[in-house]
């Protein structure tokens, strides 16, 4: 599954239930159900229950494996291959069921043109998803989870006061007691304060913070976009949207220029 949202969850208790019912109806003896919650097929690495599939097979632990269609095997046609060759190798079939086909009843080069079907459409969706984000950044989409503020819509924030003081202090401790980001990390968790997700704070997130400048009342976005969809790589971009927001303020925009100045001078020395 390629979202962890309400409905896709619901979509994925139904995909499980559909193949308890197939297993029974077929009198097929089920071992395991692999699912990966909330991770794109479209590469291999980040798929855990994919990988123990293919380790399991290794195994003996089962003689087939079937799924929906082979773009809920594998997105991406050389993860596809790999994990096809690795099954073949141990002698497990894989059963497609959207197009009735098995791996060991069919040669490589037919199944390789499904994959690369499959990909082509993720490749498809991913331009779709592009367009729909850069139009609603155009518009002034906000966050959907950033420190100091609470989500109100697609396109508000309220400032979250007792964030904001966090905030306020953030920079209040970078920029008059020169504190470094690390330093304010450290005095944030001493101090039990925690993170919008409710873990600690390090220097990563104090820098996050630091070079916001939402916190200004300038909402910047579409700064980055996906340059690869198969690896997720994102690359900076000309092509970005400023907004001005005025009920976003929480310190001054001197403030915040006196942070930069800072952090590009500690670059140089090679500090933070």
């Not at 202090?169 to 409710?198: C, E, S, V, W």
């Not at 907004?243 to 933070?272: M, P």
Request: with cysteine; aromatic share 10%; hydrophobic share 35%.
């Amino acid at each position: 599954m390629s979202t962890k949202g309400e409905s896709q969850i619901s979509s994925l208790k139904n995909q499980r239930d559909f193949f308890e019912d197939f297993a029974k109806s077929n009198n097929f003896n089920l071992v395991k159900i692999y699912a990966d919650e909330g991770i794109s097929g479209t590469h291999m690495k980040k798929r855990e229950e994919f990988i123990r599939l293919l380790e399991d097979s290794k195994k003996n632990m089962f003689d087939i494996v079937v799924t929906k269609d082979v773009s809920r095997f594998a997105r991406n046609t050389l993860d596809f291959l790999k994990g096809i060759r690795t099954l073949k190798e141990n002698s497990v079939d894989v059963l497609f069921l959207s197009n009735n086909k098995t791996v060991l009843g069919e040669s490589e080069f037919i199944l390789t043109i499904y994959a690369a079907l499959a990909q082509q459409e993720s490749e498809n969706l991913s331009k779709r998803v592009i367009f729909g984000k850069k139009q609603s950044a155009k518009e002034g989409r906000t966050p959907n989870v950033i420190f100091g503020y609470d989500k109100e819509g697609t396109f508000n924030l309220k400032i979250n006061e007792s964030e904001a003081k966090t905030v306020k202090l953030i920079f209040n401790l970078y920029t008059k007691n020169k504190f470094g980001m690390q330093k304010i990390a450290t005095f944030l968790n001493d101090k039990k304060i925690p993170t919008k997700k409710r873990k600690k704070w390090n220097g990563k997130s104090i820098e996050r913070i630091l070079k916001n400048p939402i916190y200004t009342g300038i909402l910047i976005n579409n700064k980055t976009t996906v340059s690869n969809f198969l690896s997720s790589k994102r690359t900076n971009t000309d092509d970005f949207f400023v907004h001005k927001k005025d009920n976003f303020k929480i310190i001054s925009k001197s403030q915040f220029e006196c942070a930069q100045k800072i952090i590009k001078s500690k670059r140089k020395q090679g500090t933070v």
